[in-house]
């Protein structure tokens, strides 16, 4: 294949943190022309990873062919809907270049149908892929695999041969067949259901659209609706009588999925990941059908948009998610155009409109910075990734040529004003704060953890900025004998204020050995207010303290630079060039312009540049520590470890910190005492503190 990879956007390893992207708004052809190019670009960068033939001439594959896991049938599947979408819709392909796709994707499908549990070959590790009656755990995913296959083949379905056709028409009958004779499953806490019925719907969808004369077609639709009313359910579902398709809600669906909120738990903690996919499998259903020119069943769109309200109020201004207990995937490797897309689309959703245009080209700029690799800087997973990527953007694309152009798209003040303002996720355990200028949480569950992301108008050069850490904001010791590290909670609470919230709470941390009473604060637009105290239960030997961290971002993605400013001036920290931890001297420091902090008690700020990209969520991380000490200290049962104080303003100068840290002082009253502090956008105010 030829395709030449469109550099205009390529950028310096290590360019100025405010100058890394340029986004503009895009009409609907530069949109479309956009997922053009990074559709052929990735399908030209995969090139590497094909291999043929495999057991005869007409077959190959990419990835490694494995029976299991995701570089196996699933990195086939969905470059083969990457090739066939191009081979529908680009109509500006040469004919080499066509030739070369259909060859690839025709060897490929032979490869995965002759593969399959149903066929007379094996993959490379000797094993074949596919469901079967006895469910097991190499076939836990091959209902997905199937559904991405074959809509890649469906693309194209003209130009397969009888065979290939009926090899098709075999698996996933084969597949559905199975799906047809089990109940789905429902889980509520920690390990929810929803994206893997989802995942499921495509499978059964196509079967019954490209299909239509198998004797099974109609239990397969049955089996499909079924599965879309069990992806995004609630406990409420079982007591709605609400006729759905034909039967009650209460008919179809067998148990929740989603808490009453629509938030969802996957991985032991509330994952905004999942609530994305989860979603998106209900709108490619609707894609299918719509594609096929039959209607869309009700249930493709059941709590589809309930979902996408309380998910928008995570979705920062760039598309990407708030994560307020932690991620544990690649932070910035899973987008949502998938979604973004068809309900900017079919919904006509316009702040969906507005997030796919912005997430699209920070995507094709991180492609081009990995010069065609749509797994993005930092990522360890190859080839996978990229698949994965290049099927949201060829479900993105098919979109737009499906549905037609979306809806209008919100203005960014507009988008600000929607979003806007303090929820509380009760069911998961956090509370939020969204303003024009911040994202501010608290978790009391699952993770114990704040996060504050500054997210003003302004920056769409750079939004990458704060990275979600373990014991973000509430910090962590390091006693010496280490010993038991857990942390409980004893008791919190939260409440909503005219401007903002507060939350309080009492843990235990390191396996009880200490108590820590904390108390954090959400004003306004721009400020943050973190407290604490933290007590020995026990003689202790404090080795280390990490108070009150906050994840910078800081590597390609990024721009590469963060520059450090204090009353001594300013020190660089390149992500290239690692430096020892640098201690501030004062009481305030500021990160780009972007975030400041001012330190009215505590053990003094040092910034910690980050080693290399972390394995997992594949971001190099500074940490900024606003209350920090190696140097090992005895504290008695009863002592104060720690008392820390520290306010927090986003989108701040260094010069207006400076000014700002000048108001900031603790008086001592006989009720206690009181933090005094001015406010970023004006106005004096005044907290009580612990």
């Known amino acids: 294949m030829k395709f030449i990879l469109s550099l205009l956007l390529l950028l310096p390893a290590c360019a100025p943190a405010k100058d890394v992207y340029q986004i503009h708004h895009l009409s609907e052809r530069d949109i479309l022309q956009t997922y053009i190019s990074v559709l052929r670009d990735a399908c030209h960068h995969a090139e590497r990873d094909w291999k043929g033939p495999a057991f005869d001439a007409a077959a190959g594959y990419w990835g490694d062919g494995v029976s299991g896991g995701n570089e196996g049938i699933r990195t086939i599947a969905s470059m083969v809907l990457a090739c066939g979408t191009l081979l529908k819709y680009d109509d500006g392909l040469n004919a080499d270049d066509r030739k070369d796709l259909l060859d690839k994707a025709t060897a490929a499908i032979r490869y995965a149908t002759a593969t399959h549990v149903t066929g007379t070959q094996k993959c490379t590790d000797g094993k074949h892929w596919g469901a079967t009656?006895?469910?097991g755990p190499e076939s836990w995913q091959s209902g997905m695999w199937t559904g991405t296959l074959a809509f890649g083949a469906w693309l194209m379905w003209d130009k397969l041969g009888p065979d290939l056709q009926q090899g098709m028409e075999r698996v996933v009958a084969s597949e559905d067949d199975i799906l047809t004779g089990r109940k789905p499953p429902n889980g509520l806490w920690l390990d929810t259901k929803a994206e893997e019925n989802g995942w499921e719907v495509p499978s059964l969808v196509l079967g019954e659209l490209i299909f239509p004369k198998h004797p099974h077609a109609a239990a397969w639709h049955e089996t499909a609706v079924r599965y879309m009313m069990n992806t995004?359910?609630?406990?409420?579902?079982?007591?709605d009588t609400n006729v759905v398709d034909g039967r009650a809600v209460n008919e179809w669906v067998g148990g929740a999925n989603l808490q009453p909120d629509f938030t969802l738990e996957n991985h032991n903690i509330f994952h905004p990941s999942y609530v994305g996919c989860s979603s998106y499998f209900m709108t490619q259903a609707a894609m299918y059908y719509t594609y096929a020119g039959q209607p869309i069943p009700q249930a493709a769109s059941h709590h589809l948009m309930d979902t996408w309200r309380m998910f928008q109020t995570i979705i920062l201004p760039w598309g990407e998610a708030a994560y307020p207990q932690g991620m544990d995937w690649e932070l910035h490797g899973l987008p949502f155009l998938n979604l973004f897309a068809t309900l900017g689309t079919h919904e006509k959703d316009p702040l969906a409109a507005r997030m796919e245009e912005q997430n699209l080209q920070y995507i094709r700029a991180w492609q081009m910075m990995r010069h065609g690799d749509l797994a993005i800087p930092g990522s360890r997973l190859g080839?996978?990734?990229?698949?994965?990527?290049?099927?949201?953007?060829?479900?993105?694309?098919?979109?737009?040529?499906?549905?037609?152009?979306?809806?209008?798209?919100?203005?960014?003040?507009?988008?600000?004003?929607?979003?806007?303002g303090v929820r509380e996720y009760r069911y998961v355990d956090f509370i939020a704060h969204r303003t024009a200028k911040k994202f501010a949480s608290f978790s009391w569950k699952n993770r114990i953890m704040g996060m504050l992301i500054p997210i003003g108008e302004g920056h769409e050069g750079n939004p990458e900025f704060t990275v979600p850490i373990p014991n973000g904001m509430a910090g962590s010791f390091e006693l010496t004998p280490r010993g038991d590290i857990k942390t409980s909670v004893v008791e919190h609470s939260w409440k909503i204020t005219h401007d903002g919230f507060e939350t309080t709470g009492t843990l235990l941390l390191n396996g009880g050995r200490l108590k820590q009473t904390l108390k954090l604060t959400s004003i306004g637009d721009n400020t943050v207010i973190y407290q604490d105290r933290v007590s020995a239960l026990s003689d202790v030997s404090v080795a280390q303290e990490r108070g009150v961290p906050l994840g910078i971002?800081?590597?390609?993605?990024?721009?590469?630079?963060?520059?450090?400013?204090?009353?001594?001036?300013?020190?660089?920290?390149?992500w290239q060039k690692h430096q020892p931890p640098a201690a501030v001297r004062g009481s305030w420091a500021n990160v780009d312009g972007r975030l400041g902090v001012v330190?009215?008690?505590?053990?003094?700020?040092?910034?910690?540049?980050?080693?290399?990209?972390?394995?997992?969520?594949?971001?190099?991380?500074?940490?900024?520590?606003?209350?920090?000490?190696?140097?090992?200290?005895?504290?008695?049962?009863?002592?104060?470890?720690?008392?820390?104080?520290v306010v927090l303003y986003v989108e701040v100068t260094s010069k207006k910190t400076a000014a700002l840290a000048q108001s900031v002082r603790i008086e001592n009253k006989p009720d206690g005492q009181v933090l005094h502090f001015k406010l970023a956008d004006g106005g004096k105010a005044e907290l009580p503190l612990l």
């Open 133 to 135: 009656a006895k469910f």
């Open 232 to 239: 995004l359910c609630t406990a409420d579902d079982l007591h």
């Open 383 to 420: 080839i996978t990734r990229h698949s994965i990527n290049a099927e949201q953007a060829s479900y993105g694309f098919l979109a737009h040529k499906i549905f037609g152009p979306p809806a209008r798209e919100l203005t960014v003040r507009a988008a600000a004003a929607q979003t806007q």
């Open 553 to 574: 971002e800081n590597d390609e993605i990024s721009g590469g630079v963060r520059v450090l400013s204090d009353q001594d001036g300013q020190t660089i920290f390149e």
């Open 599 to 645: 330190v009215a008690a505590g053990a003094g700020i040092t910034y910690a540049e980050g080693s290399g990209y972390q394995p997992g969520i594949s971001v190099c991380t500074d940490i900024l520590y606003n209350s920090f000490f190696a140097r090992p200290k005895q504290f008695k049962a009863g002592q104060e470890v720690a008392h820390r104080v």
